[in-house]
């Protein structure tokens, strides 16, 4: 009965690949996320989906792409993988988090446990 | 472009001190978040807050949203109590569309029994 689930949780491949990581979340949330968590344990948002439609794209290469195929999974997708994509992917999901006219509002994020993607 | 800044980075503390853990940003913000990040990697969401006060066991989050400073306070900590502490600002995205936390560099924790 897992919230938000991740698979994998770890991921090791050569630079160049192509990889997918996949997120669910059972809670009947209306958003997602995507975090990439640095070396230096730093987070930043990459992708924000509401209802199955992307929300926020801040500046990510767009070797990166989300998919959302329902509101319950959002899977990141990743091309042509570069030694800097290693990091901690965290996918998240909330209650609200969309924007009503000029209002934007959000609620508490739950989070899965983290994907460690190492490219080596 | 919003900026976050936590004090202290490390802290050290022994069992059952009070632990004050700051938080300051540079714009407007909609809410603030606290969140732990367990040694194993988990995060969850400790406290949002737009402002005031909210307190659940021994963790008390508060906001002044004139001063645009947050503080997180642990009473009696506990070794348990140890793990990253971080948070987040939630602000409009560039495009005005919808929210985007901006997340500090985190507050890492130790309390020693």
């Known amino acids: 009965d897992t919230a938000v689930s991740q698979t994998p949780k770890y991921l090791v491949t050569q630079m160049g690949n192509d990889k997918s990581i996949k997120c669910e979340q059972n809670l009947g949330h209306d958003t997602m996320y995507w975090y990439k968590q640095d070396s230096k344990k730093f987070l930043k948002i990459m992708f924000s989906?509401?209802?199955?439609?992307?929300?926020i794209n801040e500046t990510v290469p767009n070797r990166f792409s989300p998919k959302s195929p329902d509101k319950a999974h959002l899977n990141l997708h990743i091309n042509s993988l570069e030694l800097g994509d290693s990091a901690v992917y965290f996918c998240?999901?909330?209650?609200?988090?969309?924007?009503?006219?000029?209002?934007?509002?959000?609620?508490?994020?739950?989070f899965g446990p983290g994907t460690r993607l190492t490219v080596l | 472009k919003n900026e976050v800044e936590q004090s202290p980075q490390n802290l050290t503390a022994q069992e059952g001190e009070f632990i004050t853990i700051n938080c300051s940003y540079s714009v407007g913000i909609s809410a603030l978040h606290w969140l732990q990040q367990h040694p194993g990697g988990g995060i969850v969401s400790l406290f949002m807050l737009s402002s005031g006060k909210k307190k659940h066991g021994r963790l008390i989050a508060t906001i002044n949203i004139q001063e645009k400073h947050s503080s997180l306070h642990i009473t009696a900590s506990h070794p348990r109590d140890s793990a990253v502490y971080i948070c987040a600002a939630q602000s409009l995205n560039s495009g005005g569309s919808n929210y985007k936390l901006t997340f500090g560099k985190g507050t890492l924790l130790t309390v020693n029994p």
């Open positions: 998240a999901s909330s209650p609200l988090g969309g924007t009503s006219g000029r209002r934007s509002y959000t609620d508490t994020q739950y």
């Open positions: 989906y509401n209802n199955k439609e992307l929300i």
